[in-house]
């Protein structure tokens, strides 16, 4: 943790040093941003525009998880599967999110569906490669040994191939979430009339590089602390048992 | 054995396993009696995995017949498969739930095959923190705790290093003493045969070659001339039984006869 600190504080210490080296309208320091920041909680115009962020965030995960976990896992163990889908994937994966927001807006409109829609569309084929990867992993061995002592299919699967495959379900929750994060200002910033992406297209129409990296370190922050705060801590629950390696 | 007096704990008769065009087991009668320890020796492919697959039931599609005197079958594989993310004692709790054993008898069964395994002090302990000795344990307590008539074992001690896999030979006859099960152990090391088994069962290439009684008297001496005089014997008829020249298949269809046997 405390190696973790030291280096988050360089990270800010590059920021202040390119921000002195720069006009302080082009790219003002992390002082002046955490000021901005600070400004904008205490008129109250974080909070809403966040809310509905994270709404739209875990909405598109849900619906990426939804879609690229059985996906993986079919063509983990199917051949004809994977065969017949992995074009998909590989399609799927190619398309810019971008496109993904367009067509979701034309054809369902201009609402938070088409946000969702857009956003889980466009994690789920990384979802599907991951687990993919897991499924191939699974010791089929243990299978064998549970059917010796008379495991039922239920509790083969609940308690023999589920832990084999968590922690690349825990894997895509964590790579869904980078992903879905990136989409949904993008989604927004195009098609939605507030949230954090909305907020960093405005500043960025009046010019405002404070505000707009107000905002982008807004972000960063929460993503942090999902990640540290929640990720990491069922993480440890999980897989706790694992031996650490030292390299 | 006179299996009017005592029923058998396997009969298996006229048992035929083929995989595709290869046959793996030919003609195989073998019948073995309640309590008794049974090594089968055989170079590698010579189908005693399969053998042991098909009696645990994990193998089907054979013709012949295969009865058990038992309802419940204990099996040791090669490697100790124990599920990594539990520790010792729930790598047994998951096989005690999975085989519904009463709830009022888990507490003394654990604490009677771990003590006898002399684990008692590792049950806390997850798989990665032992040796591969004590993995190996563990999968035999867990085998044991779930009261099989039968267990079988494929090898266990292959994968050890020899001065472990010896202690294991010792501690596993100690432990037969007491728990008195069939086994029938699959193995291609003549002098754990020799050492273990009351019958040592020679097979080739899917055939039973020959069979020889142990009379070394009981509790055995690892070190004792008597197993070096039978291992010696063993050998002997071993490779004997290996040379044979056979043909294997009709000579008409030389595309059922590929060359190498088993993979």
């Known amino acids: 943790m405390g190696l973790r600190l030291a280096s988050l504080a360089g990270a800010f210490l590059i920021w202040w040093l390119l921000s002195l080296a720069m006009p302080a309208n082009l790219l003002p320091g992390p002082w002046v941003a955490s ?12 909070l809403p525009h966040l809310a509905i962020t994270l709404l739209r965030v875990t909405g598109g995960l849900a619906l990426a998880m939804a879609i690229g976990v059985p996906l993986g ?48 569309l466009t994690a789920a084929p990384s979802i599907a490669i991951n687990l993919w990867e897991g499924v191939k992993t699974i010791d089929f061995k243990l299978v064998e040994m549970a059917r010796i002592f008379e495991a039922g299919r239920t509790r083969i699967l609940a308690r023999v191939l589920l832990p084999q495959v968590m922690p690349y379900i825990m894997a895509s929750v964590r790579m869904g979430l980078g992903i879905v994060w990136k989409i949904a200002v993008l989604v927004e910033l195009i098609g939605r009339p507030n949230g954090v992406g909305f907020k960093l297209f405005y500043w960025y129409q009046l010019a405002d590089m404070a505000q707009v990296l107000a905002w982008t370190l807004l972000f960063t922050l929460v993503m942090l602390v999902i990640e540290l705060g929640i990720l990491k801590q069922i993480e440890h629950r999980l897989f706790g048992w694992r031996p650490r390696v030292g390299l | ?12 008769a006229g048992l035929n396993k083929r995989f ?25 492919g010579s189908g005693k995995s399969t053998l042991l697959n098909i009696i645990s039931g994990l193998e089907g599609g054979y013709t012949g017949t295969v009865q058990l005197g038992a309802t419940r079958v204990g099996y040791l594989f090669q490697e100790p498969r124990l599920l990594p993310w539990l520790t010792a004692e729930k790598n047994v709790d998951f096989a005690l739930d999975s085989c519904a054993v009463p709830q009022s008898r888990r507490a003394e069964l654990k604490d009677h095959y771990f003590d006898l395994a002399g684990l008692s002090a590792f049950r806390g302990f997850y798989p990665h923190e032992l040796s591969g000795g004590m993995r190996q344990r563990v999968s035999l307590v ?8 039968i267990l079988l074992m494929d090898e266990p001690f292959g994968g050890l290093d020899e001065l472990t896999a010896r202690r294991l030979r010792i ?19 003549a002098y754990e045969a020799s050492y273990l088994a009351d019958r040592v069962v020679v097979m080739a290439r899917g055939r039973i070659r020959d069979q020889i009684k142990v009379t070394v008297p009981r509790p055995r001496d690892y070190d004792d001339p008597a197993v070096f005089d039978v291992n010696r014997d063993v050998v002997r008829r071993f490779l004997a039984a290996a040379d044979v020249a056979e043909p294997a298949v009709p000579e008409s269809d030389p595309a059922l006869n590929p060359p190498g046997g088993k993979p």
């Open chain 2, 142 to 149: 867990r085998a044991l705790c779930v009261e099989p008539g």
């Open chain 2, 171 to 189: 501690d596993l006859l100690r432990i037969w003493r007491e728990s008195r099960k069939t086994i029938v152990f699959v193995t291609h090391n």
């Open chain 2, 20 to 44: 595709g065009q290869l046959s793996v087991l030919r003609d195989l009668d073998l019948t073995i009696a309640d309590r008794e320890f049974v090594c089968i020796l055989g170079p590698s």
């Open chain 2, 1 to 12: 054995m006179n299996a009017a007096v005592e029923p058998a704990a396997i009969a298996i």
């Open chain 1, 35 to 46: 000021v901005t920041l600070a400004k904008d909680f205490a008129q109250g115009d974080v």
């Open chain 1, 73 to 120: 896992i079919l063509m983990g163990i199917n051949h004809r599967a994977e065969k017949v889908l992995d074009i998909w994937v590989m399609v799927g994966l190619t398309v810019p999110s971008l496109c993904y927001a367009i067509i979701c807006f034309i054809l369902i409109g201009l609402n938070e569906a088409a946000t969702i829609v857009a956003i889980g």
